[in-house]
């Protein structure tokens, strides 16, 4: 019913910067929270960023000052923009959105996941 896709990911240099993308589509009446999550090989997945229809924003305590979540209600997109990348920084990166359907119903969808490599 809800298609959430990633764009963006890919290689990016130490101290360079990626924009990630994840634009939804299907049946949506409204989305409430929509954001970012990210899993790094053995480790379990995290939250990056969130931001519900208010506007106010959550990030990560690692990633704060570095990553800028935004999005544009018009077009059911959420994107993140990534600075100052670490190392620390590569994994699959994956959004999620909560999605009231035509008929009422919410619930959470995940995108396929991008991954995003930070190395010279």
């Known amino acids: 019913q809800v298609q959430l896709v990633e764009s963006g990911g890919g290689l990016g240099q130490p101290g360079g910067s990626l924009r990630l993308s994840c634009a939804a589509s299907?049946?949506?009446?409204?989305?409430?929270?929509m954001g970012w999550y990210r899993q790094a090989p053995g480790k379990q997945r995290e939250l990056v960023a969130v931001?519900?229809?208010?506007?106010?924003?959550n990030y990560a305590d690692s990633v704060l000052g570095r990553f800028t979540i935004s999005r544009d209600n018009d077009k059911n997109t959420v994107y993140l923009q990534m600075n100052s990348l670490k190392p620390e920084d590569t994994a699959v990166y994956y959004c999620?959105?909560?999605?009231?359907?035509?008929?009422?119903?919410?619930?959470?969808?995940w995108g396929q996941g991008t991954q995003v490599t930070v190395s010279s």
């Open positions: 999620k959105a909560f999605v009231q359907s035509y008929d009422y119903t919410s619930s959470v969808y």
């Open positions: 299907g049946r949506i009446s409204r989305i409430y929270d």
């Open positions: 931001m519900p229809t208010s506007g106010l924003t």
